[in-house]
Structure formats: structure tokens, C-alpha cells
């Protein structure tokens, strides 16, 4: 997996645990 594809895949798993911990 090149280094950009991991940064976007780390940056959007950040954004579903922090809209996830705003719903709840």
C-alpha cells in the first residue's frame, strides 16, 4: 500500500471514529 493511499485511509478512519463519538 503506498504511503498517500494509507495517510487518506488513516484520515478517513480518523473522521468515522470522530463523527461516530459525536452521535453518540
Known sequence: ???VKQ???D???S???HTG???W
Open 1 to 3: 500500500m503506498s504511503i
Open 7 to 9: 495517510q487518506t485511509y
Open 11 to 13: 484520515n478517513e478512519h
Open 15 to 17: 473522521v468515522v471514529e
Open 21 to 23: 463519538l459525536q452521535r
